[in-house]
């Protein structure tokens, strides 16, 4: 048993996800109009780069119903993300030429999504629809023409694909898959600084995955570049849908080779072995220097702490598995 008292453990951020996709629904018109036009469907609405609440007694909601949504300002956009309990929900971009107005009624919020979750702005079960929809919205804003021939593209299938009506061209969301990982050698991890992190905050190093990568090779070609550690085993820990604007983070444990580092101070401001009672001080927010983790919503926060919990030596167990973090 870990010698550390970490407490409960926290829900990994964008995860629980109660809407039912649907995905094979999404080309049937008739069925999507349907439940747009019932009284339960609802609407996650985006402004911008902000996404819009309604504040209230009970705190802030970011579930609107889907003609309250509408009436907010124009819609430049609308994509089908799924049901809960039957009910349609949707997720809409309304013109960003509204932003103040917006900002100016006392009843909304407008607020980024980064902020919503660290800050626990809104109930747990709507971050991962509020993910979906940021990062489906952010990509027909910024895909609107054919990457192909140049035409302006139309949307179908509820908002899932632009087709070209110029060289029949089909365009679909992308996800940029990156790792993330925590090397560890005996009872030490190597965290790293980038310049754009608050002041004190360490995290797990991580990269994009490149065309024709594995995930193991891609983990160990990122510690590799960004620290010099030369890496061995590594081991699938859990994903998280990281909408900023449109990642999945793939989280992994590696068993570092060598401990001399070489930061790459283009990537990284610094980098550095901390041992297991320090990351403990980091993780509660006691460190003498107000060093610190990640906040619980990022995977890296999970990462760090399952090493800081792990009961057997890395060689003992699986080389894959899921977290329970990931379950919760």
């Known amino acids: 048993?870990?010698?550390?008292?970490?407490?409960?453990?926290?829900?990994?951020?964008?995860?629980?996800?109660?809407?039912?996709?649907?995905?094979?629904?999404?080309?049937?018109?008739?069925?999507?109009?349907?439940?747009?036009?019932?009284?339960d469907a609802g609407a996650y609405v985006v402004c911008?780069?902000?996404?819009?609440?309604?504040?209230?007694?009970?705190?802030?909601?970011?579930?609107?119903?889907l003609t309250q949504a509408q009436g907010l300002a124009p819609v430049r956009e609308t994509v089908f993300l799924g049901t809960v309990g039957g009910a349609g929900r949707f997720g809409i971009a309304i013109d960003a030429g509204e932003i103040e107005a917006l900002k100016a009624k006392t009843d909304l919020l407008l607020t980024d999504l980064r902020s919503i979750a660290v800050q626990g702005l809104v109930e747990t079960q709507h971050l991962s629809a509020l993910a979906e929809a940021k990062a489906v919205l952010h990509w027909h804003a910024r895909h609107r023409f054919c990457a192909n021939c140049g035409a302006l593209t139309r949307t179908v299938q509820g908002?899932?694909?632009?087709?070209?009506?110029?060289?029949?061209?089909?365009?679909?969301?992308?996800?940029?898959?990156?790792?993330?990982?925590?090397?560890?050698?005996?009872?030490?991890?190597?965290?790293?600084?980038?310049?754009?992190?608050?002041?004190?905050?360490?995290?797990c190093l991580a990269g994009f995955v490149e065309p024709g990568e594995t995930i193991e090779a891609a983990v160990r070609r990122e510690v590799r570049e960004e620290a010099g550690i030369d890496c061995g085993d590594v081991r699938?820990?859990?994903?998280?849908?990281?909408?900023?604007?449109?990642?999945?983070?793939?989280?992994?444990?590696?068993?570092?080779?060598?401990?001399?580092?070489?930061?790459?101070?283009?990537?990284?401001?610094?980098?550095r072995w901390f041992d297991r009672a320090e990351v403990a001080q980091m993780?509660?927010?006691?460190?003498?220097?107000?060093?610190?983790?990640?906040?619980?919503?990022?995977?890296?926060?999970h990462l760090i702490r399952a090493w800081m919990e792990e009961e057997a030596p890395a060689r003992s167990r699986p080389r894959v598995g899921i977290a329970e973090t990931s379950r919760s």
């Open 236 to 271: 699938y820990f859990a994903s998280q849908p990281w909408p900023f604007p449109m990642s999945l983070m793939i989280g992994c444990h590696a068993a570092a080779r060598s401990t001399e580092l070489a930061i790459d101070k283009t990537e990284l401001e610094d980098a």
């Open 1 to 39: 048993m870990s010698p550390f008292d970490l407490g409960p453990k926290p829900r990994l951020g964008y995860t629980a996800d109660p809407v039912e996709r649907l995905s094979e629904r999404r080309s049937d018109a008739e069925f999507l109009t349907e439940l747009a036009g019932r009284g």
């Open 48 to 65: 911008g780069d902000l996404v819009v609440l309604r504040q209230g007694q009970a705190g802030n909601d970011p579930l609107f119903a």
């Open 159 to 203: 908002g899932w694909r632009r087709d070209c009506p110029a060289c029949a061209a089909q365009h679909f969301p992308r996800t940029d898959p990156v790792v993330i990982m925590l090397a560890t050698s005996g009872e030490r991890c190597l965290l790293g600084r980038q310049s754009r992190f608050p002041p004190g905050m360490w995290s």
């Open 283 to 301: 993780l509660m927010r006691k460190h003498p220097e107000r060093f610190a983790t990640p906040p619980p919503v990022a995977i890296a926060y």
